[in-house]
Nanobody, 125 residues
Framework: QVQLVESGGGLVQAGGSLRLSCAASGRTFSNYLMGWFRQSPGKEREFVAAISWSGVGIYYADSVKGRFTISRDNAKNTVYLQMNSLKPEDTAVYYC??????????????????WGQGTQVTVSS
């Protein structure tokens, strides 16, 4: 069983920054593909970013490319999402997710086995 706990959400003005963290349980965290997704009211959950177990494979949604950075620290069982130049349209609940058997970076939510409870990010204009 893998447990994921997000933190770091909050209220920020447009143009500001936030850093989300996701702490994972499990001895084999370093083997997991980790991803970030988000969901706004009335919208489907959408892919934001993903990072391979080694940190070499990274993929971003076009909407966040150049503004968000995903990273991981396998020694701390933690994955991060640094969000800069935030826009009101980034407002959503952000979820981290783990895929324990993915062999490549994936943007498909159904391929992720475990999910955190989510953290709210609100960007005011």
């Amino acid at each position: 069983q893998v447990q994921l706990v997000e933190s770091g959400g909050g209220l920020v003005q447009a143009g500001g920054s936030l850093r989300l963290s996701c702490a994972a349980s499990g001895r084999t965290f370093s083997n997991y593909l980790m991803g970030w997704f988000r969901q706004s009211p009335g919208k489907e959950r959408e892919f934001v970013a993903a990072i391979s177990w080694s940190g070499v494979g990274i993929y971003y949604a076009d909407s966040v490319k150049g503004r968000f950075t995903i990273s991981r620290d396998n020694a701390k069982n933690t994955v991060y999402l640094q969000m800069n130049s935030l826009k009101p349209e980034d407002t959503a609940v952000y979820y981290c997710a783990a895929c324990v058997d993915c062999v490549a970076v994936t943007t498909h939510s159904y391929e992720y086995n475990y999910w955190g409870q989510g953290t709210q990010v609100t960007v005011s204009s």
